[in-house]
Each structure stands twice: as structure tokens, then as C-alpha cells.
């Protein structure tokens, strides 16, 4: 430490360095660690599958998102991943991949988190997933501080070499007691986020914890099949153009989907059908997973309506 050169006067401190930066507007923080966790079967690696493709792409589901390179360091049940990846790529068009390792990774080991920070940093890779942190553990006793401790100056190292890092973690065995292990590993980490199974194949993502006035936020998601896989699909923002425009085709009415398909496609030229078919399904989902609309049958078509109408001589799917 030499104080002569660092030490700066308030009022000449600049935006780059002290100013708080987002990989995702809000909810990742840029440069720093947000421990994301939840229950068993809570969709963690879903939803951590799903923020690394954002992230990679430049996607804005959840917001403005600043791109850049991921590496996710899939520590256990690596031989579901590939249908999960399949899944997403048919969720989204022209995906940039994302790197994906299995290899053993501790991260109490200065020389591996040396080695994976090095590595990021030549192949320009921004954000680092650690699924799970108990796999990156070893025979460390996470509810340990000394581990802890290491954890926290792993995520560090990682932070100074501009690599943002997420690690995938669980609850304990009283989950309202929060995540599992020492509180250093979470209560040190600038952002927390917990993920919440519903009924239902939905659930949320709850920000415990930011550094923006997005505390307390409730994120929305619901899961939609795709191939041998599932989706996260987000429910963030209902006011899409292709929302309004679909809201707007049911003020009065019901309208079965294929209809609305031949609606609006006119004004979508520039996406392919089949695409376009596919992005109108999932504004739906969307919105059905927000309680805007109701999904109905008849005569084997389906057909959509407000759940604010007054229609009752459907059956509710």
C-alpha cells in the first residue's frame, strides 16, 4: 500500500473506478461476486443457464445487459447439461455459446483460481458461473470460516482481474434460514439472489440483496418444455411492443391463436415465420405466467382472452 500514490481527494474520484457498473442492469453486478441459490429442484442451474446466455449475448429479458465472454464451470450433473443447452438454443435465434467445463475445480486452491482467473482473462471471458460452490469445494466444511475466507479471496482475485463471477449455491437443511454454510460466503457478497420453486412449473428470483434499489424485487419466471429439456422463460416486463399489440387484439373478445398469428404477422417482415410463431407463442406464455391471459380451448384450437373477460362459456386449460 502506498497511500502518497493512491489515495484520492472525494471529489476527484472517477465514474470507471468508483462508480457502481452492471453486467445486468440491476441484478449482476459487474466486477463482483452475486451468490445465487435456492432449494433442491429450484431451477438454480436453469436460471444460472439462462443469466450466462444473456449475459453472452447481449440479450435484454431482464434489462440492458453489458456483453461479454462466459466460461461455466459445470461441477456436477454435467450429463444433463447438453439437453439444456439444446433447449435454449431453440428458445433464442443465432445464440453466441457460451464455454462450458467440467473438470475437478477448487476453489480454496490458489493455484486452480490463479489458473481459471489467468485463463478468463486471455480468452476475454467476463463472467465466471461456479456450479455448485459445494463441488468447488473438495473436503473443505463450507459452514467453516476459514473456507469461507477462501471462498471470499478466490471471488476476490476474480474481481480485481475484471471477471465478474456467480456462484451457484443451496440452501441449508432449514431453507428459510437462507443459504447454506459460513456467512461469510454469502453476507460478504454484494449481490444475493434466491431462487423460489411455485406450483405450477413457475417460480422467482428474489433479489435479497443489491446494490441498487432493486432490493426486495420479485423476478418472475415460468419453465416451458423445449426438446428432452425446459426453458426459463422470463416474465419481467409485460409491456413489450408485441404485448400491446396482443392486448390490443383482445380488448372485446376471445382469439384463437392461429388467427393472431395472421394478425400481426404483417407487421414482423423482418423475422421468419416460423420465428415469429415462436416468439408470439412465448409472449403468451409470458403472459399467462403473469395472470394477463387465460388459455382456452375449443374444437381442439386454442384460443387466448383477458382475464378480465367476462367470457364463461369456455373452459379454462
Known amino acids: ?14 465514474e470507471e473506478t468508483w462508480g457502481q457498473s452492471w453486467l445486468l442492469e440491476k441484478i449482476i453486478p459487474e466486477f463482483q461476486t452475486t451468490v445465487i441459490f435456492g432449494d433442491e429442484d429450484a431451477y438454480k442451474t436453469f436460471v444460472s443457464i439462462s443469466l450466462a446466455f444473456q449475459i453472452q449475448n447481449g440479450l435484454k429479458d431482464l434489462g440492458e445487459t453489458k456483453k461479454t465472454g462466459v466460461l461455466y464451470l459445470c461441477l456436477e450433473n454435467h450429463h444433463s447439461f447438453l439437453p439444456r443447452i439444446e433447449a435454449i438454443n ?19 486452491h490458489e493455484e486452480d483460481v490463479v489458473h481459471v482467473a489467468k485463463y478468463c482473462k486471455r480468452n476475454g471471458f467476463g463472467f465466471l458461473v461456479i456450479d455448485t460452490l459445494s463441488q468447488a469445494i473438495h473436503d473443505g466444511d463450507e459452514s467453516s470460516a476459514s473456507v469461507g475466507r477462501s471462498i471470499r479471496n478466490a471471488c476476490t482475485v476474480f474481481n ?14 432449514n431453507g428459510s434460514a437462507g443459504a447454506r454454510g459460513s ?23 428474489y433479489q435479497e440483496k443489491s446494490k441498487s434499489d432493486n432490493r426486495g424485487n420479485k423476478i ?7 426438446g428432452n429439456s425446459l426453458n426459463v422463460v422470463w416474465n419481467k416486463d409485460a409491456e413489450t411492443k408485441l404485448t400491446r ?9 376471445i382469439v ?35 395472470g394477463i391471459l ?22 379454462s386449460v
Open 294 to 315: 387465460d388459455v382456452v380451448r375449443r374444437n381442439k384450437v386454442k384460443y387466448i382472452k383477458r382475464t378480465d373477460s367476462n367470457d364463461e362459456e369456455e373452459d
Open 160 to 173: 480485481q482481474n475484471q471477471i465478474s463471477v456467480l456462484l451457484v449455491h443451496h440452501t441449508g437443511k
Open 183 to 205: 456467512t461469510i460466503i454469502t453476507y460478504d457478497a454484494p449481490s444475493r439472489l434466491r431462487i423460489k420453486r411455485l406450483k405450477g412449473d413457475k417460480g422467482y428470483l
Open 245 to 253: 399489440e396482443i392486448l390490443n387484439e383482445l380488448e372485446a373478445d
Open 256 to 290: 384463437s391463436v392461429p388467427e393472431l398469428y395472421e394478425i400481426l404477422k404483417n407487421a414482423y417482415q423482418d423475422i421468419k415465420p416460423e420465428s415469429f410463431r415462436k416468439k408470439l407463442d412465448r409472449e403468451i406464455e409470458k403472459l399467462v405466467g403473469q
Open 1 to 14: 500500500m502506498d497511500l502518497e500514490k493512491t489515495a484520492r481527494p472525494s471529489n476527484q474520484l472517477d
Open 220 to 226: 418472475h419466471f415460468t419453465m416451458v418444455p423445449e
Open 90 to 108: 431453440q428458445l433464442y435465434e443465432n445464440l453466441e455459446p457460451i464455454f462450458v467445463d467440467k473438470d475437478k475445480f477448487n476453489i480454496c
